[in-house]
């Protein structure tokens, strides 16, 4: 009788550790929210661009990877929106692996705009912003302007740019890295919302860039 009992048990003990246990809701992240200010695609205009990963693909979710889909590298990358330079990286020049690099040195021009959001331009070619574009942080540019070239340097598997919207923290909003601090769960990171595109960007969809149209 006893051994019998024994076995039930083992038996329900089984069913408990078989049976996925449903995630619970506290447990998922918050849904993303959109961005506050519509962006134009950040290549020059009339580029092709395909993407490769989108906010939800991408890992860690809620940033965009995209390329140009001609065959014409180098290709230039532009401002998003008006807005202030807050940072600048270009020193670095060698393509990393994700997996294996200890610590990622990565390109990066970090954008802030007067909606209050931040927009990011990763892995551009070395020495793009500062010599190519000219540019310092602390100068303003406008939607369109030229940025540095797309490149692969840091941890990237491609030519490429990652691009990202974020409501930065309010007292320092990145590290040295270019990573946005105070960022766990990427909750702050914004769905893009893009001019001349209806709905999220969606990965290996092409899109053209263009000029948003006048508001
Ligand atoms: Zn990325």
Known sequence: MNSILQSIRRLALLAIVATPLPLAAADAPAPLADSAGVYRL???????IKIFDDASTHRPRGRIDMTGAEG?????IVA???????????SYGEQ????????????????AHD???????SHLRQGS?????????????KAGTYLGDEGAVGCAMLDHLH????????????????????????????NARFCNVTG????????????????
């Not at 014409?72 to 230039?76: C, E, L, M």
């Not at 929106?81 to 990286?89: L, S, T």
């Not at 923290?169 to 946005?180: C, H, N, P, S, V």
């Open 96 to 111: 990393q692996s994700g997996r294996a690099a200890a610590d990622c040195r990565n390109n990066f021009v970090w954008i």
């Open 129 to 141: 912003a500062t010599k190519g574009a000219k540019l310092r942080v602390g100068d303003k540019v």
């Open 72 to 76: 014409k590298a180098p290709y230039r």
């Open 200 to 215: 999220a960007v969606a990965k290996d969809k092409t899109y053209v860039a263009e000029a948003c149209p006048a508001p």
């Open 163 to 190: 691009f990202e919207v974020a409501m930065p923290a309010a007292t320092k909003a990145i590290d040295t890295g270019g990573f946005l601090l105070d960022n766990d769960d990427s909750k702050r990171e914004r």
């Open 42 to 48: 950040p290549y020059a205009d009339g580029t092709h």
């Open 115 to 121: 909606n209050g959001e931040w927009t990011n331009y």
């Open 80 to 90: 998003a929106a008006d807005g202030k330079i807050m940072a600048i990286q270009d």
